[in-house]
């Protein structure tokens, strides 16, 4: 069957108006069979993620900020089928579970807390969008990701069950496109084999799309974004950012590695092992070409520039000024992984290890406690990483006019450095 996968963000999900708005990119595509995976509402999940933390932080009341979610949603209800009581009830009974783990103290950790809680973001605007649909005669089904995204209990980064996953995916959703012509799913969240909802990692919904595209052999997976495709540099703050038409896979992935955000870094190598295009296109402007990402290859490209901020730099070095050896930098690594501390950039030298790392205070203030034990360690915060694909002398002059480089790598194709800004960057008016 000639099938392709829809992926749509939380702000083309956002509110009534654009929920339309997805629904008629969905009843004009044409395509036979289509599968739609869906992200949270808006700023939903920042707002479950704001109920996890007043929970655990006991000062705040979480119902507050829940009962604002539930109200945001209700309103977006009573727009789109305001005579379906049952659609309605459909939505609001998502809701209900969490109000009980509230209301009951808790001895779960909060990595688990966390994906119980916030994963409800994307069930109710799945159903939301599922319903709608269904306003607009289109045989849909609402599939609970849950049942085929098997993942292991590393809740907030769960890893997938690449094989159970695929026979599951396979089984169930041959069956439901047998009786429909749209199947609308959750992208973010999976389930541990003791049936705990998990996440994917922020922003995983598009890695989700990636599972379904791999696993159903998709003729293609199209992210829809609020951009119009693949660009050269973040439009908000680079006016002559210019649209990239054609990437290859590899570039994509290298671009997405070094932190480019229009696509979850681990989306790309699905779709590539079964040579699925992926296309990046707006949903604010749907007829436009966007980008298209296969298995083309260009011999040059202009230079890519990428920006991650809140960045911190690890200095370590040896309690002895010993040289920092190969036992040393094991029991480092060991450390990073058990913390689950992002590294963008690494350099060793005689007696130091440097580390460039994202900013999640919790974890890297957990890591330095535990290097502090056996190092000596120090932190500077504040940073940015900036990488440059295909890089020129020009390119880098001007991104680093109004920064002190703290330190850099330079490859072939690609420079990375870590800088402390010394004056604001200017964004567009």
């Not at 007043?54 to 009341?61: A, L």
């Not at 829940?66 to 009573?78: G, T, W």
């Not at 052999?217 to 002559?240: H, M, Q």
């Not at 360690?377 to 020009?394: A, F, P, Q």
Request: aromatic share 10%; glycine share 4%; hydrophobic share 40%.
């Amino acid at each position: 069957m000639a099938l392709e996968v829809y992926k749509f963000g939380g702000a083309s999900v956002k509110d009534a108006l654009a929920v339309k708005n997805v629904g008629e990119i969905i009843h004009s595509s044409g395509i036979e069979n289509l599968l739609v995976v869906v992200s949270a509402t808006g700023k939903t999940t920042n707002a479950l993620q704001q109920v996890v933390k007043d929970y655990f932080g006991k000062e705040n009341d979480p119902f507050v900020t829940l009962n604002e979610i539930k109200k945001s949603h209700l309103e977006m209800c009573l727009s789109l089928f305001p005579d379906n009581k049952e659609a309605l009830e459909d939505v609001l009974d998502s809701f209900v579970e969490i109000e009980w783990m509230l209301e009951e103290d808790s001895d779960d950790s909060f990595d688990y807390f966390y994906d119980q809680v916030v994963s409800v973001g994307e069930i109710v605007s799945s159903k939301i969008l599922e319903h709608f649909l269904k306003t607009l005669g289109l045989k849909s089904f609402w599939l609970d990701v849950r049942d085929v995204i098997l993942t292991d209990n590393t809740f907030r980064e769960a890893k997938v069950d690449w094989k159970e996953t695929e026979d599951r995916i396979s089984i169930k959703c041959k069956d439901l496109f047998e009786a429909n012509q749209i199947v609308v799913t959750q992208g973010f969240i999976g389930s541990s084999s003791e049936n705990f909802t998990t996440t994917l990692g922020r922003e995983g919904s598009d890695f989700s799309a990636a599972i379904f595209a791999y696993c159903l052999s998709a003729k293609a997976l199209t992210i829809w974004k609020d951009v119009p495709g693949v660009l050269t540099a973040d439009p908000r703050l680079f006016e002559n950012a210019s649209k990239l038409d054609r990437l290859s896979y590899r570039e994509a992935i290298e671009m997405t590695y070094y932190g480019a955000k229009v696509i979850h870094p681990k989306t790309i190598k699905p779709v590539q092992n079964k040579s699925i295009a992926l296309h990046v296109k707006s949903f604010v402007e749907p007829d436009k070409p966007g980008t298209l990402i296969d298995e083309h290859t260009t011999e040059s490209y202009p230079p890519i520039v990428v920006f991650e901020h809140n960045q911190s730099l690890l200095r370590i070095a040896t309690k002895d000024f010993s040289f920092v050896a190969e036992d040393h930098l094991s029991q480092i690594f060991d450390l990073i992984a058990r913390f689950r501390v992002k590294v963008k950039m690494m350099k060793n030298t005689a007696v130091s290890f440097i580390l460039s790392v994202d900013h999640d205070e919790t974890k890297v203030e957990a890591l330095m406690t535990e290097l502090q034990q056996f190092f000596n360690v120090s932190l500077e915060t504040g940073l940015e990483l900036l990488t440059i694909r295909h890089y020129n002398e020009d390119t880098i002059k001007s991104l680093t006019s109004s920064r002190v480089i703290l330190f850099e790598e330079r490859l072939p194709n690609t420079i990375q450095m870590v800088v402390k800004p010394i004056a604001t960057l200017k964004l567009k008016d």
